[in-house]
């Protein structure tokens, strides 16, 4: 065998297998989760029908080419889109729910005092996309209906849990089936948001508010 001589430093030898470069890795993951923050800004306010790949990828700063690197269809990236925008959502409203400070009654009222802060306003900034794009998707594409389905079936276990804890507690009480309340309560929100957006002005808010009282015998 043949011996190296000790002045000679030796260099450590890679397979190509080896040779991970994780900043591509983490540049390519930032660059998609920009083109879906930048669609759900932009489809807050437009809808998904009339905005064009050419001009989320413009705002997001994104080359056209790269598209179909992270999304085969304009379907899969709707459906990208929608389970993003729920799991930013549910985090937040986790954040809410989970506190460990006031009643669970305190807590879900928490919750509604967002949502009328953040899904009426005109710069929503992507925070009512489900406000927005429900009626508009469910008929355009089954997997964005899906989507949709999955993403606010959560949330309305969130308030479900929320309710029976608040039973708990004795911090509210309702008349009926703790699931069946959280849903009545999710759709009075839901279409308070949208009417909301028809008067331009936040009193559908205030009188959903006032009926999520009367329903949880605040």
Same mark, same amino acid.
């Given at each position: 065998m043949a011996m190296v001589p000790a002045s000679v430093t030796r260099?450590?030898?890679?397979?190509?297998?080896?040779?991970?470069?994780?900043?591509? /890795? /983490? $540049?390519?993951?930032? /660059?998609r989760r920009s083109i879906l923050d930048a669609a759900q800004r932009i489809m807050a306010h437009k809808g998904y029908s009339a905005v064009g790949l050419k001009e989320? +990828?413009?705002?997001?700063?994104?080359? =056209?080419?790269?598209?179909?690197?992270?999304?085969?269809?304009k379907? *899969?990236?709707? %459906?990208?889109? &929608? =389970?993003?925008?729920?799991a930013d959502y549910i985090a937040d409203?986790? $954040?809410?729910?989970? #506190?460990?400070?006031?009643?669970? *009654? %305190?807590?879900?009222? *928490?919750?509604?005092?967002?949502?009328r802060q953040t899904q009426s306003v005109d710069e929503c900034q992507g925070k009512c996309l489900a406000v927005k794009l429900g009626?508009?998707?469910?008929?355009?594409s089954e997997s964005m209906r899906l989507a949709l389905k999955e993403g606010t079936d959560a949330i309305v276990d969130r308030i479900e849990r929320t309710?029976?804890?608040? &039973?708990e507690d004795g911090s509210l009480s309702i008349d009926g089936?703790? #699931?069946?309340?959280?849903?009545? +309560?999710?759709d009075m929100w839901l279409g308070a948001s949208v009417m909301a957006k028809i008067? $331009?002005? +936040? *009193?559908?808010?205030? @009188? @959903?508010?006032?009926? /999520?009282? $009367? +329903?949880?015998?605040l």
């Amino acid at each position: 065998m043949a011996m190296v001589p000790a002045s000679v430093t030796r260099r450590p030898v890679y397979s190509a297998a080896m040779v991970i470069d994780m900043p591509v /890795t /983490t $540049r390519s993951t930032d /660059t998609r989760r920009s083109i879906l923050d930048a669609a759900q800004r932009i489809m807050a306010h437009k809808g998904y029908s009339a905005v064009g790949l050419k001009e989320v +990828l413009a705002e997001a700063g994104v080359p =056209k080419g790269s598209f179909y690197h992270f999304f085969d269809s304009k379907d *899969a990236f709707g %459906e990208a889109m &929608l =389970k993003s925008y729920f799991a930013d959502y549910i985090a937040d409203m986790d $954040r809410i729910l989970a #506190r460990s400070d006031g009643s669970a *009654a %305190e807590r879900l009222m *928490a919750y509604w005092q967002q949502w009328r802060q953040t899904q009426s306003v005109d710069e929503c900034q992507g925070k009512c996309l489900a406000v927005k794009l429900g009626a508009e998707v469910a008929d355009l594409s089954e997997s964005m209906r899906l989507a949709l389905k999955e993403g606010t079936d959560a949330i309305v276990d969130r308030i479900e849990r929320t309710i029976a804890a608040g &039973l708990e507690d004795g911090s509210l009480s309702i008349d009926g089936d703790p #699931r069946a309340v959280a849903q009545v +309560l999710y759709d009075m929100w839901l279409g308070a948001s949208v009417m909301a957006k028809i008067h $331009r002005n +936040l *009193a559908p808010m205030d @009188t @959903t508010m006032a009926a /999520t009282r $009367r +329903l949880l015998h605040l």
